[in-house]
């Protein structure tokens, strides 16, 4: 199982960037899978993380403090996972990160249980 995100970069506040997640070694929608991100200084916090019931009893939470921002999809011919990132803040600089689990299910805390961690790919929003 590999995960690889990617799609950081320097944005200015009230800009959009695209992070993807590529995934190999399982299929997207299988299992759990959430993005997370570690901002310099601070632990590491959950952004989204969607859990797979079947159909449409899928489920994505999204943390509050992105909440109207952010937004996941999943492109299962491609095998990756994207995160939209809208109207970004100075607070949403952080090294983005994508991880899954071979649970179906998100925990309540979301990190716990992920298995399976990708490389991270740095987010900086600067004016």
């Known amino acids: 199982v590999q995960l690889q995100a990617s799609g950081g970069g320097l944005v200015h506040p009230g800009g959009s960037l695209r992070l993807s997640c590529a995934a190999s070694?399982?299929?997207?929608?299988?299992?759990?899978i959430g993005w997370f991100r570690q901002a310099p200084g601070k632990e590491r916090e959950g952004v989204s993380c969607t859990s797979f019931r079947g159909g449409p009893d899928d489920n994505t939470a999204i943390a509050d403090s992105v909440q109207g921002r952010f937004t996941v999809s999943i492109d299962k011919d491609k095998n990756t996972m994207y995160l939209q990132m809208n109207n970004l803040k100075p607070e949403d600089t952080a090294v983005y990160y994508c991880a899954t689990t071979f649970d179906r299910l998100c925990y309540s805390q979301w990190d716990y249980g992920m298995e399976f961690w990708g490389k991270g790919t740095l987010v900086t929003v600067s004016s």
């Open positions: 070694g399982f299929e997207v929608g299988d299992y759990a």
